[in-house]
């Protein structure tokens, strides 16, 4: 098992080796074992599955598990079942591993009992418990639900205590179901509590659990109307999680275009999640574009939304509101190629005297498709290469085939010990569209900068790699371009 692990670490393992390895830890994990080894088959897992997508878009040369490799029925179950584990460490690492596993928008479908314990358990005089708990919770929910469960702090839902009487008594309930007795009804009658937290708190369990059920479909979007704004911001979410129909549309339309920020965040990821239906948003989000006193984070966003719904990208470039350019420009990347008149004005931000906008409109302009050499001298001028998001939208730039490659080239000459070690990497991720610079790359295998060489030796392993495996290299670059946010 020992030398698994460590070649598990160095990607030199045959796939059925990692199947193996997978079914032995899931086995251990589904016995009793002590929690340190839990912890540590956990953690095992973990590494396998950050491998398995950062290293397969590293370093695809190497043996990584498939992304796949954890997506089994039965791994999912196991994981589930130790958010219930009686130690908190082991409760937060499963719950660590869960996430990944579901997607960053997929909801995942926790019991209503497993939802119920947890709930319950906050109640108990144990902060460590407490704090396993929050972090499952928060972890396993979408994006915008974890003011339910948390805000500053531990403790639901507003900071250090349970903020109401009320809610204490509502999780001390939930604490009394024994495993016998079905939670439903406790989170039902809480969608009819004088408590807004309560309510709100409701909404959340239900979506998470019971979304599925048409009573409760009806009884949780009866409230989008709510006095409390938390409560209608916890259905906005809900109608998120459920099928878009005449109901949920009704209730994103109308949060979209009132002026209350909070609901607006709520219907905005709605609308992304939505994203197969999001035409029928498209009114709202232009109203929103064009509405000067949402702030930064709704224009933006509605933006984002502008842009993949296929409206004139020219429209997400606010004229009245310079702070909001470079997230606005941020929304016109990937939307495939732009019109003149798009890149001209694109063009002319790349000589801002704001960095920020620099930087943004020459990714902008690079991705519209303007002109390769114009765009990559710009980005190697504007972006800070010392941030590793910067590095790393420059390698998705070359994977995309839209960097003028010769000028990337003669960064490895610049006797910059840094630049030189930045370049091998956007080389290596233009794959066999850089095999003019491998002479070069090779021969600085042997620079004595350590750093160099080992990007060189790197950058030729990647080159080579992907003119032998042609199809496995497309898939590769597919995952690469997928990503937003490594």
């Given at each position: 098992?020992?030398?698994?692990?460590?070649?598990?670490?160095?990607?030199?393992m045959?796939?059925?080796?990692?199947?193996?390895?997978?079914?032995?830890?899931?086995?251990?994990?589904?016995q009793?074992?002590?929690?340190?080894?839990?912890?540590?088959?956990?953690?095992?897992?973990?590494?396998?599955?950050?491998?398995?997508?950062w290293?397969?878009?590293?370093?695809?040369?190497?043996?990584?598990?498939?992304?796949?490799?954890?997506?089994?029925?039965?791994?999912?179950?196991?994981?589930?079942?130790?958010?219930?584990?009686?130690?908190?460490?082991?409760?937060?690492?499963?719950?660590d591993?869960?996430?990944?596993?579901?997607?960053?928008?997929?909801?995942?479908?926790?019991?209503?009992?497993?939802?119920?314990?947890l709930?319950?358990?906050?109640?108990?005089?144990?902060?460590?418990?407490?704090?396993?708990?929050?972090?499952?919770?928060?972890?396993?929910?979408?994006?915008?639900?974890?003011?339910?469960?948390?805000?500053?702090?531990?403790?639901?839902?507003?900071?250090?205590?349970?903020?109401?009487?009320?809610?204490?008594?509502?999780?001390?309930?939930?604490?009394?179901?024994?495993?016998?007795?079905?939670?439903?009804?406790?989170?039902?009658?809480?969608?009819?509590?004088?408590?807004?937290?309560?309510?709100?708190?409701?909404?959340?369990?239900?979506?998470m659990?019971?979304?599925?059920?048409?009573?409760?479909?009806?009884?949780?979007?009866?409230?989008?109307?709510?006095?409390?704004?938390?409560?209608?911001?916890?259905?906005?979410?809900?109608?998120?999680?459920?099928?878009?129909?005449?109901?949920?549309?009704?209730?994103?339309?109308?949060?979209?275009?009132?002026?209350?920020?909070?609901?607006?965040?709520?219907?905005?990821?709605?609308?992304?999640?939505?994203?197969?239906?999001?035409?029928?948003?498209?009114?709202?989000?232009?109203?929103?574009?064009?509405?000067?006193?949402?702030?930064w984070?709704?224009?933006?966003?509605?933006?984002?939304?502008?842009?993949?719904?296929?409206?004139?990208?020219?429209?997400?470039?606010?004229?009245?509101?310079?702070?909001?350019?470079?997230?606005?420009?941020?929304t016109?990347?990937?939307?495939?190629?732009?019109?003149?008149?798009?890149?001209?004005?694109?063009?002319?931000?790349?000589?801002?005297?704001?960095?920020?906008?620099?930087?943004?409109?020459?990714?902008?302009?690079?991705?519209?498709?303007?002109?390769?050499?114009?765009?990559?001298?710009?980005?190697?001028?504007?972006?800070?290469?010392?941030?590793?998001?910067?590095?790393?939208?420059?390698?998705?730039?070359?994977?995309?085939?839209?960097?003028?490659?010769?000028?990337?080239?003669?960064?490895?000459?610049?006797?910059?010990?840094?630049?030189?070690?930045?370049?091998?990497?956007?080389?290596?991720?233009?794959?066999?569209?850089?095999?003019?610079?491998?002479?070069?790359?090779?021969?600085?295998?042997?620079?004595?900068?350590?750093?160099v060489a080992?990007?060189?030796?790197?950058?030729?392993?990647?080159?080579?790699?992907?003119?032998?495996?042609?199809?496995?290299?497309a898939?590769?670059?597919?995952?690469?371009?997928?990503?937003?946010?490594?």
């Amino acid at each position: 098992m020992k030398e698994l692990e460590k070649r598990l670490d160095s990607g030199t393992m045959r796939q059925w080796e990692y199947r193996w390895f997978v079914g032995r830890c899931v086995g251990e994990l589904r016995q009793e074992k002590p929690v340190r080894r839990k912890v540590e088959i956990l953690d095992l897992l973990q590494g396998l599955a950050a491998k398995s997508g950062w290293g397969r878009r590293l370093k695809p040369y190497k043996s990584w598990a498939p992304s796949t490799i954890l997506d089994g029925e039965q791994t999912t179950a196991t994981l589930l079942n130790l958010l219930a584990d009686r130690d908190g460490d082991v409760r937060i690492a499963a719950a660590d591993l869960l996430g990944p596993l579901r997607g960053y928008h997929r909801p995942l479908s926790l019991s209503m009992e497993t939802i119920a314990r947890l709930l319950g358990e906050l109640t108990i005089e144990n902060g460590r418990l407490q704090r396993a708990n929050l972090h499952v919770l928060t972890s396993l929910s979408l994006r915008g639900e974890e003011i339910f469960i948390q805000q500053d702090g531990y403790g639901p839902p507003s900071g250090g205590e349970l903020s109401t009487l009320a809610e204490r008594e509502f999780l001390g309930r939930l604490h009394d179901v024994s495993d016998s007795q079905d939670p439903l009804p406790v989170f039902l009658g809480g969608l009819r509590e004088t408590s807004a937290g309560v309510r709100a708190i409701s909404v959340w369990a239900l979506g998470m659990a019971a979304r599925d059920d048409p009573e409760v479909q009806s009884k949780v979007l009866a409230l989008a109307d709510d006095d409390d704004e938390s409560v209608r911001v916890a259905v906005i979410r809900f109608a998120a999680r459920i099928p878009l129909d005449p109901r949920t549309e009704r209730i994103i339309k109308k949060a979209l275009t009132q002026r209350n920020r909070n609901c607006c965040r709520a219907a905005l990821l709605a609308v992304e999640e939505h994203a197969g239906d999001g035409a029928a948003f498209r009114d709202a989000v232009a109203w929103i574009l064009k509405d000067p006193v949402l702030d930064w984070w709704e224009r933006s966003q509605s933006a984002r939304m502008w842009a993949s719904l296929g409206g004139e990208p020219l429209q997400t470039l606010p004229a009245d509101r310079r702070d909001l350019t470079p997230d606005a420009l941020h929304t016109l990347e990937k939307i495939g190629p732009g019109t003149k008149e798009l890149l001209g004005k694109v063009g002319r931000l790349m000589h801002s005297d704001d960095p920020r906008v620099q930087e943004s409109a020459a990714y902008a302009y690079a991705w519209l498709g303007g002109d390769k050499e114009r765009a990559t001298r710009a980005l190697l001028a504007a972006v800070d290469i010392s941030n590793i998001n910067g590095r790393m939208r420059l390698w998705q730039l070359a994977a995309a085939d839209r960097l003028w490659l010769p000028a990337i080239d003669e960064e490895l000459e610049s006797g910059d010990a840094y630049r030189q070690g930045l370049a091998p990497g956007v080389l290596a991720f233009a794959g066999e569209k850089a095999v003019a610079a491998l002479p070069h790359l090779r021969a600085l295998r042997n620079d004595p900068d350590p750093k160099v060489a080992e990007a060189a030796s790197d950058a030729v392993k990647r080159i080579e790699w992907e003119i032998k495996h042609p199809k496995e290299a497309a898939k590769v670059r597919e995952e690469v371009l997928s990503w937003e946010e490594w």
